[in-house]
């Protein structure tokens, strides 16, 4: 295993700031895993822990034996990494001297590693869950075969309230077609329930699941109509026991390939589900919302990218204001397939849209991850050249609550012409982990890939707001770049505030803090400045209302050009930020709010 440290940024397209992107995000670690010696290894999937720590799973081939030699067979391999990409360990499997391939990993409260996927067994594919300790010992594998003998897959992982571990999938069954699968193990690998239905007569898959509050799940997948010969967009409900609810099986026409691969809670009565619809024009981006109470679809919404080849959702996100993400892969004239961000309301209004093309070549997005200060990443693999070998980088983008494009890092191993992602989980609000696989010439081929992005100088949210006397709670969230080159274009907000009420910004160059003041938490360290006073406004008073927010421009700001008390280190680049919003507010203790605190850096 070796780690390498090393990043670029590229230019963000029409964009004045790219030197401001480098101070925004750097490798924290690159590292990479040899499995069997010689041979080529795979990450497909990864997962962090409370500690931080990053684990990867895919599958490791094995040395070919034999004259001639028989095809190489792959296992399960998982690899942990610390937080600073020390290698903590790795474990192999090989369940039945044949194929296994992992297609999820997950960790449980306790920090236990869960891997699914699906094995070889012989004369047919089937289920299999594997359990190891955060340490790395192997607690237990589970295989599960249909009745019909086929090929049986786990793809996703999720865990319930008290720590059973729920696997979706399919299963061949006794009807010689794949049928919807929900399988149920507690904690050490008994079997609680296992659920399979025949949704549409045809072949059935899921492909992500989600427990619910209640303890009931939801899965989304593909389920198959042969009547029509097309397969549908799939979603179902199961009890917290395993009862099928109610299933939908949702055909976009044309009887042609449709499904749902892509998940996300809104609230407490809807999800929203992403994927695709196929047409005369190719595959489209297909994004629903359901009501899972009623059963029924409240809207749907489609994307084609403009050269009529195949677009899909990748990932679907809600972040803390309701607003709906969707990122997916667009392909578009000229351009190769691209990232393509959109944003909705909870009735389906498109509020922004962006595509990022590199080069003008195959760009593919994975994930949608919500920061905690309004802001969103987006991350996938880049192709920056076509020529051979294929020049292929991780790629990061930030966007502001907005839907702005703020900034995009892309990230590859010296020496490495093809560095893949296909999963990526943020790390304590600030940093962005991704498991894939990478070249390597001299281990066989290709070797398990972990990298972590550092993105602690982006805005970071901290700290807890004191609950108004109105019941609001304040959020700050931001827009832009903070630069000490530009005189504006960085603003920073909390938000609900009381309406038509002054308030202004603490801050302080010297770090966060945890205080005691004034009936809520003082967030940012002594001595501290104050920016100028300002106006919450919002609806005319009366009534009186959570509709204000306190804003204010820290590029103006530092610049001396809205008043206050400028300390002279916000034009110095690197200088960190830590602000909180103090505002007045009649009925509550001290007569004054306290929102929560945000952290920055000035850039270039």
Known sequence: MRQIRRSSVFALPASILASLAAAQSHTDWIAQHDGAPGQADYGRACAVDSLGSVIVAGRSYNPTTGVPPMPPSADFEVVKFGQIGVQLWSARLDLASGDEYALDVQCDAANDVYVCGYTWAGSNIELALVKWSSAGALQWSRTYGGAGGGSDFARAIAFDAVGNVIVCGHEYGAGLNNDALVRSYSPSGALNWSTSFDAAGGDDTLYALTVLPSGEILACGQFTNPSSGGAN????????????????????????????????????????????RSSATGEDWLISLCNHVTQNVEWTRTFNGSSNANDRVRSVARDTFGVLWVAGSAANSGAGIDF?????????????????????????????????????????????????????????????????????????????????????????????????????????????????????????????????????????????????????????????????????????????????????????????????????????????????????????????????????????????????????????????????????????
């Open 233 to 276: 967009a799939g979603i179902a409900k199961l009890s917290a026991t395993g009862t099928l609810l109610w299933q939908r099986n949702d055909d976009g026409g044309g009887n042609l390939s449709d499904g749902v691969s892509a998940l996300a809670v809104v609230d407490a009565s809807r999800v929203l589900v992403g994927g695709w």
């Open 340 to 604: 393509a961000t959109r944003r909705y309301d909870a009735s389906g209004n498109l509020l922004s849209s962006d595509v990022w093309n590199n080069v003008g070549l195959d760009d593919q997005p994975f994930k949608a991850a919500v920061g905690n200060a309004g802001q969103v990443y987006v991350t996938g693999s880049t192709t920056l050249s076509t020529t051979a070998p294929t020049n292929v980088d991780v790629a990061v983008i930030q966007y502001d609550k907005t839907g702005a494009r703020n900034w995009v890092g892309t990230y590859s191993t010296p020496g490495s012409y093809d560095d893949r992602i296909f999963d990526a989980e943020l790390v304590f609000g600030s940093y962005m982990a991704c498991g894939g696989y990478t070249s390597s010439f001299a281990n066989g081929g290709y070797d398990f890939l972990a990298l972590q992005v550092n993105m602690l100088d982006s805005p970071k949210s901290y700290c807890s707001a004191k609950t108004n006397s109105l019941g609001c709670a304040a959020s700050m969230t931001f827009t832009g770049l903070a630069s000490v080159a530009h005189t504006s274009g960085f603003v920073v907000e909390a938000a609900p505030l009381r309406n038509q009420k002054s308030g202004l910004f603490f801050y302080s160059t010297l770090g966060a803090a945890n205080a005691p003041f004034q009936g809520g938490t003082f967030c940012v360290r002594a001595p501290t400045r104050r920016g100028p006073l300002l106006s919450s406004g919002g609806n005319a008073a009366p009534p009186d209302d959570c509709s204000g927010a306190i804003a204010m421009d820290w590029n103006a700001f530092a610049h001396g050009l809205l008043g206050g008390g400028v300390a002279p280190e916000l034009l110095t680049p690197g200088t960190d930020v830590y602000c909180q919003v103090w505002s007045r507010d009649p009925g509550a203790s001290f007569q004054t709010n306290l929102s929560s605190a945000m952290h920055f850096a000035m850039t270039p």
